[in-house]
C-alpha cells in the first residue's frame, strides 16, 4: 500500500522560509520520480517540482531560484525547502508519486504566507 505524508506546513510572513517533508512507504523510493505539487482555492492543482531517481530537478517557473527540492534514499523522504516565500505561495502542498499506472498523492500540508 502506497502511503505518502506531508508535513512542514504552517503561516509564515513574506520573505519567510518553510521546509516541507514528504515520507513515502509502500514503493521502491529510490527508483521513483517524485514530485511537489500545490493547489490554491479555485485554481487548478499546480506542479511544483520534481526530482529523479538519479537526482534531476526541474521547476515551475514561477518559483525558479526560491524553492528547492530534494530526497534522501534512505529514509525514503524527499522535501522541499521554500526561500523568499510570497503570498502567492499560499496553497496547499501536496507529495505526488506515480505507482501502478496511477498518481499517489498524500493529503497535503497547509502553507499560507501572509503580505
Known amino acids: 500500500q502506497v502511503q505518502l505524508v506531508e508535513s512542514g506546513g504552517g503561516l509564515v510572513q513574506a520573505g519567510g522560509s518553510l521546509r516541507l517533508t514528504c515520507a513515502a512507504s509502500g514503493i521502491l523510493f529510490p527508483a521513483r520520480t517524485m514530485a511537489w505539487y500545490r493547489q490554491a482555492p479555485g485554481k487548478q492543482r499546480e506542479l511544483v517540482a520534481t526530482i529523479t531517481r538519479t537526482g534531476s530537478t526541474n521547476y515551475a517557473d514561477s518559483v525558479k531560484g526560491r524553492f528547492t527540492i530534494s530526497r534522501d534514499n534512505a529514509k525514503s523522504t524527499v522535501y522541499l525547502q521554500m526561500n523568499s516565500l510570497k503570498p502567492e505561495d499560499t496553497a496547499v502542498y501536496h507529495c505526488?508519486?506515480?505507482?501502478?499506472?496511477?498518481?499517489?498523492w498524500g493529503q497535503g500540508t497547509q502553507v499560507t504566507v501572509s503580505s
Open positions: 505526488n508519486v506515480d505507482f501502478g499506472g496511477l498518481p499517489r
